[in-house]
Every structure is written in structure tokens, then in C-alpha cells.
């Protein structure tokens, strides 16, 4: 039973466009959700994070947006750039961070030239 | 400083053979967490460490055993490998929210450990 879902696999976009990542949850517990981004053999990085209790949160080209009664979440990059290709996971956690989070499968985003 | 650190980065292990992942950590967080990926698969937590002596289960820990000692080390040990076992193992680190004020928390994690068990 899969509490974090991220039903596109891959994603492209252009280079310069904007990146549309969902996610969607199922555990009306969680409380906070983060994306991390993953390049090959290496560990995940975190990108951005969201409370709760805010439906937006900005940090440069990336926003997180958060729709708590649809269970769903998005992050958007902008404009898209060659290094932003990798692995995108969605977690969510419902005890701040401090119990172990909860991953998607996954987003393979690539940015064409 | 080196953030999460692991050894091996890789390693083959025969069925039933032992070992244990190194994961190591300097920027002196309580929490330390150990995840593992399958192909095609979001991490799933094996176990995880709220400080020094205190270790509690995460969603998948049959097959695995942790210990906490220092702050900075959080071993995981394999025993008797089955080919289930086979994946990629990443640790983490977080800190805790009373220092930082903080109620949310980033995960920092190391760079993994490729296991395969034939």
C-alpha cells in the first residue's frame, strides 16, 4: 500500500520551461513533505520542504505547493536548466522529519536542450 | 566537514555470508536513519536512531541489526545475506528540533552502498 505516490516515471521538458513534478499521499497524518533530487550513484540531496501548515513554499527556481484537501503536492522548477536532470522523490513524514520520511518511487525529470 | 559517510561502496556477498555497512557522521545530528532502495523503488526505512543506546524499527527490518554507541556511528548489520537483500543501502542524518527551534527536519544522506547477494 503505497502512501506516497508519483505515478509519472519520466518527465522531459525543455530547457528553459517550466518543470511540473506531482505527488499525491494517501496518510492524512503527514504534516511535512520534502523533495529530494538524486543524480546516479549517488545519495539523494534535499531540494525544498513544506509544512502543513502553508500551501507555498519558494526557495529560488523551485516552488513547492501544497493542496492538503486534494492529498497532493507539486514542485515546479523555473526556468529549467541541463543540470536539474535526475531523480526526483517526494516524501512526507508525520512526525516532522524525526521518525524516518516515506518515498515516492520517483520522477526521472530530463531537460532537453 | 565530510557530512554522512559509508563503506563499502560496494560489496558481493554469497548467501548466507555476514557484514556490516559503515555509516558515519560529523555534523553531530541525534537522528540517524537507514533506508534502502530497490530498482524502480522509493527508500524504505530499515531502522533509525534518535541518539546514543536508542534504536527502534522502521517499515522493513526482518534480516537486519543496528547499534548506536557514539553520536557519529550508526552500523548496520546483515545477517545470513539472502538475494532479497540485494539493493542499494543509504544512511541519513538529521538534527533535532529542540536545539534548532525547529519543527521540520531535512534528511542529509551518504553517497550508499551497493549490495549484491548471489
Known amino acids: 500500500d503505497q502512501q506516497v505516490k508519483q505515478n509519472s516515471p519520466s518527465l522531459s521538458v525543455q530547457e528553459g520551461r517550466i518543470s511540473i513534478l506531482n505527488c499525491d499521499y494517501t496518510n492524512s497524518m503527514f504534516d511535512y513533505f520534502l523533495w529530494y533530487k538524486k543524480y546516479p550513484a549517488e545519495g539523494p540531496t534535499f531540494l525544498i520542504s513544506?509544512?502543513?501548515?502553508?500551501d507555498k513554499n519558494e526557495d529560488g527556481r523551485f516552488t513547492v505547493f501544497l493542496n492538503k484537501s486534494a492529498k497532493h503536492l507539486s514542485l515546479h522548477i523555473v526556468p529549467s536548466q541541463p543540470g536539474d536532470s535526475a531523480v526526483y522523490f517526494c516524501?512526507?513524514?508525520?512526525?516532522?522529519?524525526?521518525?524516518?520520511?516515506?518515498f515516492g518511487k520517483g520522477t526521472h525529470l530530463i531537460i532537453q536542450p | 566537514n565530510a557530512g554522512v559517510t559509508q563503506t563499502p561502496k560496494f560489496r558481493i556477498l554469497k548467501i548466507g555470508q555476514s557484514m556490516t555497512l559503515q555509516c558515519a557522521q560529523d555534523?553531530?545530528?541525534?537522528?540517524m536513519y537507514w533506508y534502502r532502495q530497490d530498482p524502480g523503488m522509493g527508500l524504505k526505512l530499515i531502522y533509525y536512531s534518535v541518539g546514543a543506546g536508542i534504536t527502534d524499527k522502521g517499515e522493513v527490518p526482518n534480516g537486519y541489526n543496528v547499534s548506536r554507541s557514539t553520536t557519529e556511528d550508526f552500523p548496520l548489520r546483515l545477517e545470513l545475506a539472502a538475494p532479497s537483500q540485494t539493493s542499494v543501502y543509504f544512511c541519513?542524518?538529521?538534527?533535532?528540533?529542540?536545539?534548532?527551534?525547529?519543527?521540520?527536519?531535512?534528511?542529509?544522506f551518504g553517497p550508499g552502498t551497493r549490495l549484491t547477494v548471489l
Open positions: 541519513a542524518s538529521s538534527q533535532t528540533g529542540g536545539l534548532a527551534g525547529r519543527l521540520e527536519y531535512e534528511q542529509f
Open positions: 513544506i509544512s502543513s501548515i502553508k
Open positions: 516524501a512526507a513524514s508525520d512526525g516532522g522529519g524525526a521518525d524516518g520520511l516515506t
Open positions: 555534523m553531530n545530528h541525534n537522528y
